[in-house]
């Protein structure tokens, strides 16, 4: 019942519904990239430089060596978007950990947790995840790490905000006068209040975590195992004179993939915050 | 053996500004089966009496005895026995309950905090939704699908779990309307007569704690004035705040509303972060004498079973 109104409210914002079908689009190309495109992705199977459309056996064309960059971009997609979620879940774990802890404890605990946030919000992001990278090796595990290394402070900061306003509601200090112990009110009691914008701005942390995977990967410093997006806009970066497309169709994948997710995240605000939806 | 017995309690804050002495020397002692109206303006220390009695906020100095043991230096293990004993109802019935735990879920946790089987808990949290008049589908439904007054039954049902001896309310029916105020009111008293609870009745409402109290205790910026029997104090109040906290209220009846004398106080609370030294009531009370302003007063058996701490009475 609950579950059908949350629905209601989020198809209500056209732009998230659009951006939700796109999303699922892209994860059901992800989960069966294998069932269209059987072949790996970075075998040569045409001739170089192919331009759409030139050759009905590849949609999409080919790059500098051959491949067939649909099938690149669909098997790109899966990468793409674990590599999101998963650097995503990174930081939604390491922010809401430190900002529950800082909020609800408060005092120092909270004076050490946010000045190690700002230290983390004063490296500038990219130059921090390429160190990482560089120095810990360009694997996805790694990558996906560093991206959630930049990533938890938004995250911290809102979770601590949302407990700060909740520790001391009477529901919690009911908690504490049947003797609940700190754990259990921080996670049965007051996490599941507090969840709703953090579940937004997480929503909004697996767009940035693409565009930086799509950065690194760019600059060559990504998984060389994985073709994701953005390494095939780094790869097709020598041609963007002569065959601009190798660039540019990975290039829109990942342009309308990160909008679709700003705007499911902007639908989520609209449906698990409605009080704040009509101002 | 009196349930509850305050000997000196105190309770103080840190603030910016200085230290808040909210709670200042207060010794109180309530009897098994009574109810205990405290009273007072709003800021004069009387909701954080009842969360030190909780250890919600920390005791500075003083005893608290449960049943004639000091629950004051205890740590949250050892006071595991007490929680049993005493339990509080909360003022906002819209911010007692969790919003997304349902009905049974809230209820059920001093039971399940307790180490209770899960199917005692569920049998015993029907029985305790019947006892305070909610329908038993209840208990699968969220807080917001309820009323204010139904809320509030929902956080007496909480209270009731354990079968406690003790029950602070803290200002429980100053957030509802005045007809569901009755009601809840009413059913505090059934469960007193039916369970023999006690209650710590926290209020600023003169007419609930007359109808409800069976002893009242007035406080004035962390301090009692004056402790003793309902009649006694309404009918004849003794310390010049409690005639001026009695005579603000209103009656119902015009002709003898018109006929009383009045007393109106003038002046706000003052700050309890600078309080006036002496007794802190010398700033408003019409009786001030240049004693007053230099030494505090002591709450003094003054006849009748009632205490009173002024010089002048």
């Known amino acids: ?279 | 053996m009196s349930l509850l017995s305050l000997r000196d309690v105190r309770v103080q804050f840190n603030t910016a500004g200085g230290v808040v002495r909210a709670v200042n020397g207060v010794s109180l002692d309530l009897a098994v089966g009574e109810t205990l109206g405290l009273v007072g303006e709003s800021g004069c220390g009387k909701s954080t009496l009842g969360k030190a009695i909780m250890k919600l906020v920390p005791v500075a100095g003083g005893e608290i005895l449960v049943e004639g043991v000091d629950i004051a230096p205890l740590n949250r293990e050892q006071l595991t026995n007490m929680r049993r004993k005493v339990q509080m109802i909360f003022q906002d019935p819209y911010g007692s309950l969790n919003p997304r735990s349902t009905v049974g879920r809230s209820v059920a946790q001093p039971l399940v905090l307790a180490g209770w089987k899960a199917d005692a808990t569920a049998e015993r949290v029907e029985t305790l939704l019947r006892w305070v008049g909610l329908p038993s589908d209840a208990k699968q439904r969220y807080p917001h699908e309820f009323s204010g007054g139904q809320r509030q039954r929902i956080g007496i049902a909480r209270a009731l779990a354990l079968s406690p001896k003790l029950i602070i309310c803290d200002e429980p029916v100053s957030a509802l309307d005045v007809s569901v105020r009755a009601q809840v009111i009413n059913l505090l008293e059934d469960l007193k007569s039916q369970f023999g609870v006690s209650y710590l009745f926290i209020s600023h409402d003169l007419s609930v704690v007359e109808h409800i109290a069976d002893r009242v205790a007035v406080m004035y910026l962390g301090m009692l004035f004056e402790v003793g029997g309902r009649d006694q104090i309404w009918r004849e109040p003794r310390h010049p705040y409690t005639r001026a906290l009695l005579a603000a209220a209103p009656i119902a009846n015009p002709k003898l509303a018109r006929a009383r004398q009045r007393t109106v106080l003038q002046g706000e609370l003052p700050s309890p972060l600078n309080p006036p030294p002496g007794c802190p009531f010398n700033s408003r009370c019409p009786m001030a004498q240049d004693r007053c302003r230099v030494e505090k007063p002591a709450l003094r058996a003054v006849g009748n079973g009632v205490q009173a701490a002024c010089h002048f009475v």
């Open chain 1, 1 to 279: 019942m609950q579950r059908f109104e949350f629905l209601g409210r989020f198809a209500r914002n056209r732009g998230a519904f659009v951006g939700a079908c796109l999303i699922l689009l892209v994860a059901l190309m992800a989960a069966f990239a294998s069932v269209f495109f059987p072949t790996d992705p970075l075998r040569i199977v045409g001739l170089p430089e192919l331009w759409p459309g030139e050759d009905p056996e590849f949609p999409l064309g080919t790059d500098s060596l051959g491949r067939d960059i649909l099938s690149m971009i669909v098997h790109g997609a899966r990468a793409t978007l674990l590599i999101g979620l998963f650097a995503s879940a990174v930081a939604t774990i390491i922010g809401v950990g430190v900002g529950a802890i800082a909020g609800f404890f408060g005092g120092w605990v909270d004076e050490v947790a946010m000045r190690a946030a700002e230290l983390f919000q004063t490296i500038p992001n990219l130059i921090f995840v390429l160190t990482i990278v560089v120095i810990l090796g360009s694997t996805l595990t790694n990558i996906v790490i560093a991206i959630g290394i930049v990533s938890w402070t938004p995250i911290a900061r809102m979770t601590r905000a949302e407990f700060l306003s909740l520790r001391d509601r009477e529901f919690v200090q009911a908690c504490r006068s049947m003797g609940m112990s700190d754990f259990r009110i921080i996670v049965s009691e007051i996490l599941p209040n507090a969840l709703p914008p953090v579940i937004v701005l997480s929503s909004l942390v697996v767009a940035g975590a693409i565009l930086f995977e799509s950065a690194v990967s760019f600059l060559g410093l990504g998984d060389p195992n994985v073709a994701s997006w953005g390494r095939l806009v780094g790869d097709g970066r020598q041609l963007i004179r002569s065959s601009w497309y190798i660039c540019a169709i990975p290039g829109i994948a990942i342009m309308i993939t990160v909008l679709c997710l700003n705007l499911v995240g902007d639908g989520l605000n609209d449906a698990l915050n409605p009080k704040l939806r009509d101002r």
